[in-house]
């Protein structure tokens, strides 16, 4: 038996029109023409086809062909096809056999079904092996992604970055071409979970602004206690306190095992080394005259152990600053792991010290912290990349209005309303819709934008598009630098 087949698998050729007549039901007829590859027994070939066609069908089938001896020459051929009018005709098929090419016939092949992947907002995904997958591993992959970042190496190793407060459902689609040009696709989920991250065991906000300097908002009765505090009124309109030979004491803290410090910095002053946070025999944390910090605790107090590090802290500049520390210390900048080293165990608590803030335990070697510190949250657990990242996003409790000049919207509304801010420079920015309780509602706008005015609508939708109650909420402006500005939208 002959059997043929394109490229495609499947019957298609490049068409061209002829004049002519075919039976007294049709005044037209289309020649389509291409090549076909066929097997008898064991020796490929190639042959150029001429298939004649009734111009009005919409499909053409064979249906049926014979047994034919194969000769390297020209042949014709009866067909049957199956025309739109549901008639059966006879027509005519004439090819000619040339030398083979280096191939047999086109196998097709197929993709496993590739798990599902669930993270929570900020967490990474797993690297997808695409080549374990496919029982052919010379295969050329491609991905079409909307809201996720993909990219797929030499090994044919898929890797699933999150787009900046992106959350949700989104499916991959993975295509793998072979190099007989057979193709086959599979669709691949991905699902961003957003989540509260935990509370904090030890929460200072420290606002200047208000005139708070250390309020705890844990729970759990860490309160700060006030120790030469000086205002600073020189900037205005600044969240975070200005911390200058003062500090703030937190009785009472103990935590063994796992241990999770974040802050909101900004380093004012050059030239010496400055405390950030500790507890005496139990954890340090310093920076010294370039911005470098170092680390110790009680399972190697010894602060050549760790060194000074250089994270990418720059002065006169707002950071993100994470340490999360088991018996592996880990440093994240703004969001991003910046350095980790092993140390000989985690930290063994017990000791009757306070913590200090922004001071040394001696008297003698205070190296008071000199710059603005804003929103200190201790936990004791070790923090995931993914819960620094939220933590990131929804605090960022500084506004610097060189860059921001002004926020506003028309309020109250009840339909939609507009955002409408100037950027001094360009910067990426990110524009959320929060509840009063800080859950986000939705993301209005993510990305660079250029220095100028820009307005954004905002239609009284959440991210699953349903109209959101009455009610008052937060309109957020972010940057890369780490400002932020709040402003109160009401709906009713």
Known sequence: MLRIFDENNSFTFEKYTVSGTFGEDFKKYSAVSGRLYFEKETTPAIMIVELYKIATAQIVVVKSMTDIN???????????????????????????????????????????EIPMQIVSLGEEFEPIHLNDYVQNENLLWSCIADNLEVSIDKNNIATITQKDLYYGTETVKFTAVSKNGVS??????????????PMPDVWLKMNEVDGVVAQDSSGNGYNGVNSNIS??????????????????????????????????????ETGQKQMLIQKEKVFALRVDAQGKICWFDDSKWDHAFFGYQDVGIVFDRWHFLTITKDSELKVYLDGELKYS???????????????????YYFPALPLFFRGYMSD???HKKVLSSGE????????????????????????????????????????????????????LVKNIFNGKLVQGTHNYEWDA????????????????????AGYSQDITLTKQ
């Open 461 to 480: 939708k959440d991210r699953a598009g349903i109209i959101v109650s009455n009610g008052s909420y937060i309109c957020r402006l972010t940057t890369s």
């Open 341 to 359: 080293k092993q140390f000989p165990d985690s930290i063994a608590d017990g000791k009757s010290y306070p913590v200090l803030i922004g001071k």
């Open 376 to 378: 200190l949250k201790i």
């Open 231 to 268: 205002t600073n009124n020189t900037i205005e309109d600044r969240v975070g306190y200005y911390f200058d030979n003062s500090f703030v004491t937190v009785e009472n803290f103990s935590a063994s095992g796992e241990i999770s410090i974040s802050m909101w910095i900004r380093l004012q």
């Open 70 to 112: 194969i000769d390297y020459d020209t042949h014709s051929y009866t067909a049957k096809l199956v025309s739109s009018s549901s008639k059966e005709n006879s027509l005519s098929l004439a090819f000619h056999i040339t030398t083979p090419p280096v191939r047999t016939k086109i196998e097709n092949f197929t993709i496993a």
């Open 184 to 197: 086959n696709t599979i669709d691949v989920k991905f699902v961003i979970q957003e989540f509260s991250p």
């Open 388 to 439: 620094i990242k939220t933590y990131l996003s929804s605090s960022m409790p500084i506004l610097d209005t060189t860059i921001c000049t002004k926020l506003y919207s028309i309020a109250p509304f009840s339909t939609t309303t507009n955002i409408v801010f100037d950027l001094a420079e360009e910067s990426k920015v990110s524009l959320n819709i929060y509840t009063q309780s800080g859950q």
